[in-house]
């Protein structure tokens, strides 16, 4: 990277020299002679009307010029020296000193003569010219010096100069990253790089790279979903960057998501064949999902040594039933990586084939236990039934069938598992968990006879109370709802939830200050709950009460959970409240989109944004998003709000 960017500095700076050297070739010509057409100097033709400061710098410029085109040295310094000698000439009287100072620090640079250089560029500087150049220059000579401190401080000096600076700011990213390593630092440099690129599509290699950069750092911090989102962005803007594709592959894999680990080792491999890390990434993911191409991409890393070429060979073989030669190496490395997945399914088929039933269900549940905290749900389930198979109704891995159950959505499945948990010992939080299922399938009689059960062996447990007041709100009973929620407070009077749930049901039965008071002690008891404040907030704003307050309650939400979309809808509400109906605007438009992208949507943003633009005068765009509104849920208000417009229109 540096040898890319010194090449394109000495390239500008020839390009620079040759433009404002056009002049001075023309009056070359003036005063080239028969021998050879060499350029006579002004005192040699004895001609003092060129003898300015102007015309004194461009001869600097002209001898500059052909000293760095020429290829042997001694010919080069002499050229430098006359540079000099005119630059230096062209100082008194001279405008621009900043420049000229510029100048000479550059003949010095070709020179090799750097402390002289760094001298003059810092005076170039100190004459508060507008050149990136000096500042670039010493920042090098710093480098080259190891002065590291002090190149970021020549940088970050120029960066403050001039903000809109973008090379000045990708390279105090790269001093910061590759040198000093201050990752703080450097995420600040590469961040205000996307901000100045934002709108400006020519300048995607700084934006790319930023990304590539903020990638690095993320991952560096342990934090593997911001990295991947980086190195998608940078893959996005360029999809032959193997570097992205690759920790895309590894990032996901990592994180589990091993579709999309498999899908971007394909594409990395059509590019680079030979990688054997990634071979060894698809794999394991292809040998989890059984799938018979996982021995070619075993194979190609079996031989390797570390530890993955010993667990692709214990994998490899395994799926050729060579038990022989897999058990040994499974076994090692399992002493390695105790939680390598492939390894457990790889012993628990291994065991099978030996008729060691114990082994073989000791493996497929810890493999299954392990999928399961992966997030793998399905192989979690597909695994865990294969060791409920071989050892019936070991309550461990029937908890897990349910739990991986419930995370796949399947929540029928989740029930009947839990309730063979409970089957084998009876617990009061399964029982209520199950109760809960049975509600978000909206069976709420099944619900709240677990509920009951519950409270009639243990008459003093507010879970049981606060789990029937939950249902209760979501089928509408809020009598019920209220009653169940009160008792869960009288016996456990420090608990957020209770508080805010029971907000809900005042303000379902339209008690707002009630639910206003309830919020209050839920913040109270939990002065970190972000749906608190944000509830809290949004009543004040829809019922146009204490609206800064209700600004300051829904940003102290958003700080709390940063990019949550239903937040963000609050703030534009509480905006359009307060009558700023573009920023209104601006916040529900994001909005839509973080809901839109979390595959949440939400009828009432829709409809917050229709009334916005109705409030602005955009009623086709109204028109268009309360009908977004009523196709997501149908709501007799906002289609009396559609006839109403249609007609007004129709009459105008």
């Known amino acids: 990277m540096e040898t890319k960017v010194k090449i394109l500095y000495t390239l500008t700076r020839c390009l620079l020299a040759a433009s404002l050297c056009a002049s001075v070739l023309a009056a070359g010509d003036v005063y080239a002679q028969e021998r050879g057409g060499a350029v006579v100097s002004p005192e040699e033709k004895g001609d003092d009307s060129v003898n300015t400061p102007w015309s004194l710098y461009s001869f600097g410029l002209y001898y500059k010029y052909n000293a760095i085109q020429s290829a042997d040295r001694d010919p080069r310094n002499r050229d430098l020296d006359l540079a000099l000698d005119y630059f230096n000439r062209s100082l008194k009287g001279s405008r621009d000193p900043g420049s000229v100072y510029d100048q000479?620090?550059?003949?010095?640079?070709?020179?090799?003569?750097?402390?002289?250089?760094?001298?003059?560029?810092?005076?170039?500087?100190?004459?508060?010219?507008?050149?990136?150049?000096?500042?670039?220059?010493?920042?090098?000579?710093?480098?080259?010096?190891?002065?590291?401190?002090?190149?970021?401080?020549?940088?970050?000096?120029?960066?403050?100069?001039?903000?809109?600076?973008?090379?000045?700011?990708?390279?105090?990213?790269?001093?910061?990253?590759?040198?000093?390593?201050?990752?703080?630092?450097?995420?600040?440099?590469?961040?205000?790089?996307?901000?100045?690129?934002?709108?400006?599509?020519?300048?995607?290699?700084?934006?790319?790279n930023s990304f590539i950069y903020l990638g690095f750092i993320a991952y560096r911090q342990r934090k593997y979903g911001t990295s991947l989102r980086n190195f998608q962005r940078a893959f996005e803007m360029d999809n032959d960057d193997l570097e992205a594709l690759f920790f895309l592959s590894q990032l996901n894999m990592m994180l589990y998501r091993i579709d999309d680990?498999?899908?971007?080792?394909?594409?990395?491999?059509?590019?680079?064949?030979?990688?054997?890390?990634?071979?060894?990434?698809?794999?394991?993911?292809?040998?989890?999902?059984?799938?018979?191409?996982?021995?070619?991409?075993?194979?190609?890393?079996?031989?390797?040594?570390?530890?993955?070429?010993?667990?692709?060979?214990?994998?490899?073989?395994?799926?050729?039933?060579?038990?022989?030669?897999?058990?040994?190496?499974?076994?090692?490395?399992?002493?390695?990586?105790?939680?390598?997945?492939?390894?457990?399914?790889?012993?628990?088929?291994?065991?099978?084939?030996?008729?060691?039933?114990?082994?073989?269900?000791?493996?497929?549940?810890?493999?299954?236990?392990?999928?399961?905290?992966?997030?793998?749900?399905?192989?979690?389930?597909?695994?865990?039934?294969?060791?409920?198979?071989i050892n019936r109704g070991v309550p461990e891995v029937l908890y897990y069938l349910g739990r991986a159950e419930e995370?796949?959505?399947?929540?029928?499945?989740?029930?009947?598992?839990?309730?063979?948990?409970?089957?084998?010992?009876?617990?009061?939080?399964?029982?209520?968990?199950?109760?809960?299922?049975?509600?978000?399938?909206?069976?709420?009689?099944?619900?709240?006879?677990?509920?009951?059960?519950?409270?009639?062996?243990?008459?003093?447990?507010?879970?049981?109370?606060?789990?029937?007041g939950l249902v209760s709100i979501w089928s509408e009973n809020y009598r019920a709802a209220e009653r169940d929620l009160k008792r869960a407070i009288s016996l456990e009077n420090d608990h957020e939830p209770y508080y805010f749930y029971l907000a809900v049901t005042m303000e379902k039965t339209r008690r707002i200050n009630k639910a206003i008071d309830y919020l209050n002690l839920a913040i109270k008891h939990d002065d970190k709950s972000a749906r608190s404040y944000n509830y809290l907030g949004y009543l004040y704003a829809d019922n146009g009460l204490k609206l800064d307050r209700s600004l300051e309650l829904i940003n102290r939400a958003l700080e709390l959970e940063p990019g949550n979309g239903a937040y963000v809808d609050s703030l534009g509400w509480a905006h359009y409240k307060k009558g700023n109906y573009r920023l209104a605007l601006e916040k529900l438009l994001l909005a839509e989109k973080l809901l839109k992208k979390a595959q949440s949507?939400?009828?009432?943003?829709?409809?917050?944004?229709?009334?916005?633009?109705?409030?602005?005068?955009?009623?086709?765009?109204?028109?268009?998003?309360?009908?977004?509104?009523?196709?997501?849920?149908?709501?007799?208000?906002?289609?009396?709000k559609i006839r109403n417009l249609q007609k007004q229109m129709k009459k105008e």
């Open 601 to 640: 949507p939400d009828p009432v943003v829709y409809d917050h944004i229709g009334d916005t633009y109705f409030r602005m005068g955009e009623r086709v765009m109204a028109i268009r998003y309360w009908n977004k509104s009523i196709d997501l849920e149908k709501n007799g208000d906002i289609e009396r």
């Open 104 to 208: 000479i620090s550059d003949c010095y640079w070709y020179r090799e003569e750097y402390d002289l250089s760094a001298q003059y560029a810092r005076k170039s500087i100190e004459e508060k010219g507008k050149s990136i150049q000096p500042y670039m220059r010493l920042y090098r000579i710093q480098v080259a010096k190891n002065e590291y401190v002090k190149a970021a401080e020549t940088l970050e000096e120029y960066s403050a100069s001039f903000p809109k600076s973008l090379q000045a700011k990708y390279e105090l990213g790269e001093h910061y990253f590759n040198r000093m390593k201050d990752m703080k630092s450097a995420q600040k440099s590469f961040t205000g790089v996307l901000e100045l690129t934002r709108n400006v599509p020519s300048q995607e290699y700084y934006r790319k």
């Open 407 to 468: 995370k796949a959505g399947n929540y029928a499945a989740a029930i009947r598992y839990y309730k063979k948990v409970n089957d084998a010992a009876r617990n009061s939080n399964i029982e209520l968990h199950v109760g809960y299922l049975y509600g978000v399938l909206k069976e709420y009689d099944a619900a709240m006879g677990q509920f009951n059960a519950v409270i009639s062996r243990e008459p003093k447990n507010p879970q049981a109370y606060f789990f029937s």
């Open 261 to 389: 680990a498999e899908k971007y080792s394909e594409m990395y491999l059509l590019r680079n064949a030979e990688n054997q890390q990634v071979h060894s990434m698809i794999g394991k993911i292809r040998y989890m999902k059984e799938d018979p191409r996982a021995i070619y991409h075993l194979g190609r890393v079996k031989d390797v040594q570390n530890i993955e070429g010993m667990i692709a060979s214990g994998l490899y073989y395994e799926r050729l039933g060579d038990d022989g030669q897999a058990l040994p190496l499974l076994n090692l490395a399992l002493k390695y990586q105790p939680g390598d997945i492939p390894v457990r399914l790889a012993l628990a088929r291994v065991s099978l084939r030996k008729k060691d039933a114990e082994e073989a269900f000791k493996q497929y549940t810890a493999a299954g236990v392990l999928m399961f905290k992966a997030g793998l749900h399905a192989l979690a389930v597909k695994n865990l039934e294969r060791a409920d198979s």
